[in-house]
């Protein structure tokens, strides 16, 4: 073994170190060494410093065991190590030979960490110093990052800037100029520019008075640092101008449109002299920029330049005035174009008029459009008037709008019936086009109809003659088609240019209205059949509909099928996320089901939350209980709403017409019939069938579970839990129980989703609650600390009063709040929309929270870090398999065994349910379970006979 380095030497005085300095290595040392504390006392000349691990750690009096200790000395400086309750000496690692020559590790490791304090110190008095000089320093200095925060603003800055540096520093600078200049400083330093070119600004003074300051900067890494200092009024001037003049130059140099300088008289006869012309107006007329310079305006003119406009131009010259007006010009080769000029007056600083610069926009285009639309679209609707057909509406507004692009072929492609259909296409000659079908066009037009576009432009890569432009309605809203213009072959590509898209966007606005008016009819007639919500069929259109199936099938000697469907707690998405999410999520349900169903099935809404169907190919109650689980499996995921996941359940009930067929009416009650036994069953589908009633009817069970409460006909039975390990009693479970009059014990799965339909499950969880917490005190003297669970519903879970009904039954009944246990279902929590506000409300109660049947609802463990949790409860589906012997038994155990794990790392205990065998127990016991219960360890009992077995616990 090498040996180790000798320790670096320290100079440092033991008066700057702080109270802790070594604790993080003191309890490294403890830990390794297996000891409780450490203590750490070094002396250098007359100073002297003491620290411990634990920090509060006060050293046993004398006569209790002796530290293991450790005492060096290096220079001047001398320390002394020790360690309580150390399963090994100091200075070595436990497993450790200690044959290492040299000096301790651990010493070693002090003294480094004393040079690094020394280092520290230093580092910081000479950061001290630097910034000491940066804030007296006479100059202003500023440092910025590149995101514009402000790290240094020495005194000089205050006293230029005006900002205390207290109000700027780590944050951005809010005053406006200043903000604007460094911000052109950082993005010049952020392109590496050197030098930074400096910026100029005016900053108002305490005496009201504007001082000009120059602020330069230097790139450095992550930001820059730079200097400000005010410069003379007429220096700032100076740069602002030929910054502007530069700005002017430039805009002018690259502006589309034709700019003109003259001088400012005279502005009769023969007009002002032309001083300046940019490229634009060079391009547009074909002149040269020397054959206009010195000529006047007047070459412009020609026999079709209207005097009315050049007398009301030379009126406003005359008083200074501006003026806009639309004229024709001619170019150099004599050829007219129409201009929007713009002219106005240039006055200098004493506000004395040295010039006139006038602006012409060429808007020949745009004006021959103009009149081609005009009589165009008084033809197009002189047609739609008549009422003639449509296609030849749009034929008449194609061969206009192809007047208007000389060369090119138009279309209009308008969406097909269904969605992914081929659209419908219109041309301007739809009688020379070939057709395969109805409605089919061109296969160009076609297929660029297909595609969508939101603006004009090329179509594509593949074809970049075709422009498209949407059809949009009146309200700019809804996309009714889509313009088609298709240049030659020998065209070039690119989109169309400012006037052209005008000219596409007036003939679309057209197109629009023509469409609309023969949409018009077609929207009335759907809106009387035609669900708006969902665009589904209506209830008059589905009852056509089977109405018709039924004839079919009473002549073939088939059946038919119908279900009706209703979504469970619907109405609680309306209260809570309000009518325009629960419509969103009828959208959504309705999109499912037509994945679902088959192109021979018939979906529509009846209203509300309810769903119709016939089922095509259903005929047997295999076929239908086959599409029935296909449906339920629909929604299994959950539907996204306002950004939350929300799951929803359905009860669908199916009817099935005889091979002599049947009355509409009655199909539809049958259905209704099923639909509420499979939402007293707590969702799902039923079919019906005539002999099937049940012993209590809905209603009249409803109408017993209202009295029940009342009548004191419920009652609790408690299932014991115990510590597998100790074998000890540590709670009970609570479980309600119906004990009817004449039907005796009616099982909890066949009142409690009806009690949760009609909302009776909130007056009977509040008994349930206050009967458990008073039972449990009942107990006390038995069982001092037994933790009495009792199961939450789902709509006890979404009461805004839960809160105060849980401390009123404890408050009531004296139980302390942690011997109260709520258990909820993961499936409550994922769905309910305050589940952690709700929590944390219980926690703070002091009660315990535990998730029930763990991994059997829709598992996202993002909920386990989210909630105050104290306790899962493994489902039994899952114990089932543990130690039957079965090929699947290790799967099972090792989904048991990670579940603990997962949540024993959490720090939440488990409770596995369903232990049935001997072997689950062990199997549980050596997985350091922390409870079980099941019909091994205790059935289900009443309070009696859990008394008994609490006093046997006792004994």
Request: glycine letters at 10%; charged letters at 20%.
């Given at each position: 073994?090498?040996?180790?380095?000798?320790?670096?030497?320290?100079?440092?005085?033991?008066?700057?170190?702080?109270?802790?300095?070594?604790?993080?290595?003191?309890r490294?040392?403890?830990?390794l060494?297996g000891?409780?504390?450490?203590?750490?006392?070094l002396?250098?000349?007359?100073?002297?410093?003491?620290?411990?691990?634990?920090?509060e750690?006060?050293?046993?009096?004398?006569?209790?065991?002796?530290?293991?200790?450790?005492?060096?000395?290096?220079?001047?400086?001398?320390?002394?190590l020790?360690?309580?309750?150390?399963?090994?000496?100091?200075?070595?690692?436990?497993?450790?030979?200690?044959?290492?020559?040299?000096?301790?590790?651990?010493?070693a490791?002090?003294?480094?960490?004393?040079?690094?304090?020394?280092?520290?110190?230093?580092l910081?008095?000479?950061?001290?110093?630097?910034?000491?000089?940066?804030?007296?320093?006479?100059?202003?200095v500023?440092?910025?990052t590149?995101?514009?925060?402000?790290?240094?603003?020495?005194?000089?800055?205050?006293?230029?800037?005006?900002?205390?540096?207290?109000?700027?520093?780590?944050?951005?600078?809010?005053?406006?100029?200043?903000?604007?200049a460094?911000?052109?400083l950082?993005?010049?330093?952020?392109?590496?520019?050197?030098?930074?070119?400096?910026?100029?600004?005016?900053?108002?003074?305490?005496?009201?008075?504007?001082?000009?300051?120059?602020?330069?900067?230097?790139?450095?890494?992550?930001?820059?640092?730079?200097?400000?200092?005010?410069?003379?009024?007429?220096?700032?001037?100076?740069?602002l101008?030929?910054?502007?003049?530069?700005?002017?130059?430039?805009?002018?140099?690259?502006a589309?449109?034709?700019?003109?300088?003259?001088?400012?008289?005279?502005?009769?006869?023969?007009?002002?002299?032309?001083?300046?012309a940019?490229?634009?107006?060079?391009?547009?007329?074909?002149?040269?920029?020397?054959?206009?310079l010195?000529?006047?305006p007047?070459?412009?003119?020609?026999?079709r330049?209207?005097?009315?406009?050049?007398?009301?131009?030379?009126?406003?010259?005359?008083?200074?005035?501006?003026?806009?007006?639309?004229?024709?010009?001619?170019?150099?080769?004599?050829?007219?174009?129409?201009?929007e000029?713009?002219?106005?007056?240039?006055?200098?600083?004493?506000?004395?008029?040295?010039?006139?610069?006038?602006?012409?926009?060429?808007?020949?285009e745009?004006?021959?459009?103009?009149?081609?639309?005009?009589?165009?679209?008084?033809?197009?609707?002189?047609?739609a008037a008549?009422?003639?057909?449509?296609?030849?509406?749009?034929?008449?507004?194609?061969?206009t709008?192809?007047?208007?692009?000389?060369?090119?072929?138009?279309?209009?492609a308008?969406?097909?019936?269904?969605?992914?259909?081929?659209?419908?296409?219109?041309?301007?000659?739809?009688?020379?086009?070939p057709?395969?079908?109805?409605?089919?066009?061109?296969?160009?037009?076609?297929?660029?109809?297909?595609?969508?576009?939101?603006?004009?432009?090329?179509?594509?890569?593949?074809?970049?003659?075709?422009?498209r432009?949407?059809?949009?309605?009146?309200?700019?809203?809804?996309?009714?088609?889509?313009?088609?213009?298709?240049?030659?072959a020998?065209?070039?590509?690119?989109?169309?240019?400012?006037?052209?898209r005008?000219?596409?966007?007036a003939?679309?606005?057209?197109?629009?209205?023509?469409?609309?008016?023969?949409?018009?009819?077609?929207?009335?007639?759907?809106?009387?059949?035609?669900?708006?919500?969902?665009?589904?069929?209506?209830?008059?259109?589905?009852?056509?509909?089977?109405?018709?199936?039924l004839?079919?099938?009473?002549?073939?000697?088939?059946?038919?099928?119908?279900?009706?469907?209703?979504?469970?707690?619907f109405?609680?998405?309306?209260?809570?996320?309000?009518?325009?999410?629960?419509?969103?999520?009828?959208?959504?349900?309705?999109?499912?089901?037509?994945?679902?169903?088959?192109r021979?099935?018939?979906?529509?809404?009846?209203?509300?939350?309810e769903?119709?169907?016939?089922?095509?190919?259903?005929?047997?109650?295999?076929?239908?209980?086959?599409?029935?689980?296909?449906?339920?499996?629909?929604?299994?995921q959950?539907?996204?709403?306002?950004?939350?996941?929300?799951?929803?359940?359905?009860?669908?009930?199916?009817?099935?017409?005889?091979?002599?067929?049947?009355?509409?009416?009655?199909?539809?009650?049958q259905?209704?019939?099923a639909?509420?036994?499979?939402?007293?069953?707590?969702?799902?589908?039923?079919?019906?069938?005539?002999?099937?009633?049940?012993?209590l009817?809905?209603?009249?069970?409803?109408?017993?579970?209202?009295?029940?409460?009342e009548?004191?006909?419920?009652?609790?039975?408690?299932?014991?839990?115990?510590?597998?390990r100790?074998?000890?009693?540590?709670?009970?479970?609570?479980?309600?129980r119906?004990?009817?009059?004449?039907?005796?014990?009616?099982?909890?799965?066949?009142?409690?989703?009806?009690?949760?339909?009609?909302?009776?499950?909130v007056?009977?969880?509040?008994?349930?609650?206050?009967?458990a917490?008073?039972q449990?005190?009942?107990?006390s003297?038995l069982?001092?600390?037994?933790?009495?669970?009792?199961?939450?519903?789902?709509?006890?879970?979404q009461?805004p009063?839960?809160?105060?009904?849980?401390t009123?039954?404890?408050?009531?009944?004296g139980?302390?709040p942690?011997?109260?246990?709520?258990?909820l279902?993961?499936?409550?929590?994922?769905?309910?929309?305050?589940?952690?506000?709700?929590?944390?409300?219980?926690?703070?109660?002091?009660?315990?929270i535990a998730?029930?049947?763990?991994?059997?609802?829709?598992?996202?463990?993002?909920?386990?870090?989210?909630?105050p949790?104290d306790?899962?409860?493994i489902?039994?589906?899952?114990t089932?398999?543990?130690?039957?012997?079965l090929?699947?038994?290790?799967?099972?155990?090792?989904?048991?065994?990670?579940?603990?794990?997962?949540?024993?790392?959490?720090?939440?205990?488990?409770?596995a349910?369903?232990?049935?065998?001997?072997?689950?127990?062990?199997?549980?016991?050596?997985?350091?379970c922390?409870?079980?219960?099941?019909y091994?360890?205790?059935?289900?009992?009443?309070?009696?006979?859990?008394?008994g077995?609490?006093?046997?616990?006792?004994?």
């Amino acid at each position: 073994m090498s040996a180790a380095p000798d320790p670096p030497s320290v100079s440092f005085a033991l008066s700057t170190l702080p109270a802790g300095a070594f604790a993080p290595l003191l309890r490294l040392w403890a830990r390794l060494l297996g000891a409780r504390a450490a203590t750490l006392s070094l002396r250098q000349g007359g100073d002297l410093w003491q620290g411990s691990w634990p920090e509060e750690f006060t050293p046993p009096a004398c006569g209790e065991a002796e530290p293991s200790a450790l005492t060096f000395e290096q220079g001047d400086l001398s320390g002394s190590l020790r360690f309580w309750g150390a399963a090994a000496g100091p200075g070595r690692l436990p497993g450790d030979s200690g044959g290492q020559a040299g000096p301790d590790p651990l010493v070693a490791c002090l003294l480094h960490e004393l040079e690094l304090h020394a280092e520290g110190t230093r580092l910081r008095e000479a950061h001290d110093q630097l910034e000491a000089v940066v804030q007296a320093a006479p100059l202003a200095v500023y440092a910025l990052t590149l995101e514009g925060l402000v790290k240094q603003w020495n005194r000089a800055a205050e006293q230029t800037l005006g900002l205390r540096g207290s109000e700027v520093l780590g944050q951005q600078i809010a005053h406006t100029h200043l903000a604007s200049a460094f911000a052109a400083l950082r993005r010049s330093a952020a392109r590496g520019q050197v030098p930074t070119p400096p910026q100029y600004l005016q900053l108002p003074q305490p005496d009201g008075e504007q001082a000009t300051v120059a602020l330069t900067a230097a790139p450095l890494p992550g930001g820059l640092v730079g200097t400000v200092q005010r410069v003379s009024r007429e220096e700032g001037a100076h740069h602002l101008a030929l910054r502007q003049l530069a700005l002017l130059e430039s805009v002018l140099a690259h502006a589309n449109d034709s700019v003109l300088i003259t001088e400012a008289e005279p502005v009769d006869q023969p007009g002002p002299r032309i001083v300046y012309a940019n490229a634009a107006f060079t391009r547009t007329t074909g002149y040269a920029a020397e054959e206009v310079l010195g000529q006047t305006p007047r070459l412009l003119q020609g026999p079709r330049t209207d005097r009315k406009v050049l007398d009301r131009i030379r009126h406003a010259l005359e008083r200074w005035k501006s003026v806009e007006v639309e004229v024709v010009n001619y170019r150099k080769d004599g050829s007219e174009f129409w201009v929007e000029l713009s002219i106005a007056p240039v006055a200098d600083e004493t506000g004395w008029y040295t010039h006139w610069i006038s602006i012409q926009r060429d808007i020949t285009e745009r004006k021959q459009f103009a009149e081609h639309l005009d009589r165009g679209r008084a033809q197009v609707l002189e047609l739609a008037a008549k009422s003639a057909p449509l296609e030849q509406v749009l034929a008449q507004l194609l061969r206009t709008l192809e007047r208007q692009f000389p060369g090119r072929r138009a279309a209009l492609a308008l969406p097909g019936e269904r969605p992914g259909a081929a659209p419908e296409v219109f041309t301007a000659h739809p009688e020379a086009e070939p057709a395969t079908g109805p409605g089919a066009q061109l296969k160009w037009a076609r297929d660029a109809g297909t595609a969508d576009a939101d603006e004009a432009g090329p179509a594509g890569e593949e074809d970049p003659r075709l422009w498209r432009h949407p059809v949009t309605g009146g309200d700019g809203g809804a996309r009714l088609g889509t313009l088609l213009l298709r240049g030659p072959a020998s065209a070039g590509g690119g989109p169309p240019n400012a006037d052209e898209r005008t000219q596409l966007g007036a003939a679309a606005q057209l197109a629009a209205l023509v469409i609309e008016r023969y949409q018009a009819h077609s929207a009335l007639e759907r809106q009387a059949l035609y669900d708006a919500l969902t665009n589904l069929p209506n209830r008059v259109l589905f009852e056509r509909e089977l109405q018709r199936r039924l004839q079919e099938a009473r002549g073939a000697g088939e059946a038919v099928a119908v279900g009706l469907m209703d979504l469970d707690r619907f109405k609680l998405v309306n209260d809570t996320l309000g009518h325009s999410v629960g419509d969103a999520l009828l959208q959504q349900v309705a999109a499912r089901l037509r994945g679902v169903l088959g192109r021979g099935d018939t979906l529509a809404r009846m209203g509300g939350d309810e769903f119709l169907m016939v089922l095509g190919r259903a005929e047997t109650e295999q076929a239908v209980r086959g599409v029935a689980g296909r449906l339920i499996q629909a929604f299994s995921q959950p539907f996204m709403l306002s950004g939350r996941e929300v799951f929803v359940r359905p009860s669908i009930g199916f009817s099935v017409s005889g091979p002599g067929g049947a009355v509409v009416e009655a199909l539809l009650q049958q259905a209704d019939t099923a639909m509420y036994q499979a939402k007293r069953r707590g969702g799902g589908y039923a079919l019906y069938t005539p002999e099937g009633d049940e012993r209590l009817a809905a209603m009249t069970l409803e109408s017993a579970l209202h009295r029940a409460l009342e009548r004191g006909e419920f009652v609790l039975h408690y299932q014991p839990q115990f510590d597998p390990r100790s074998g000890r009693l540590t709670g009970a479970e609570a479980l309600l129980r119906w004990q009817h009059p004449e039907l005796g014990l009616v099982p909890p799965a066949d009142f409690i989703p009806l009690a949760e339909v009609t909302g009776l499950i909130v007056p009977i969880g509040a008994w349930v609650l206050r009967q458990a917490c008073e039972q449990a005190v009942a107990w006390s003297r038995l069982a001092p600390g037994l933790r009495m669970a009792v199961n939450l519903s789902a709509r006890q879970f979404q009461q805004p009063d839960l809160t105060e009904a849980v401390t009123w039954a404890l408050r009531a009944s004296g139980l302390a709040p942690q011997q109260l246990e709520l258990e909820l279902t993961e499936s409550m929590l994922m769905q309910a929309l305050e589940a952690h506000e709700t929590l944390h409300r219980l926690k703070d109660l002091g009660v315990r929270i535990a998730v029930d049947d763990f991994g059997t609802g829709y598992s996202n463990l993002a909920y386990l870090k989210q909630y105050p949790i104290d306790a899962l409860k493994i489902d039994r589906s899952f114990t089932a398999g543990v130690a039957s012997g079965l090929p699947s038994a290790a799967r099972d155990e090792a989904l048991v065994t990670a579940v603990m794990d997962l949540a024993h790392a959490l720090g939440l205990e488990v409770t596995a349910e369903g232990v049935e065998h001997a072997g689950q127990l062990d199997f549980l016991h050596r997985r350091a379970c922390d409870q079980v219960q099941g019909y091994l360890t205790g059935r289900p009992q009443s309070a009696e006979q859990f008394a008994g077995l609490l006093a046997q616990e006792v004994r």
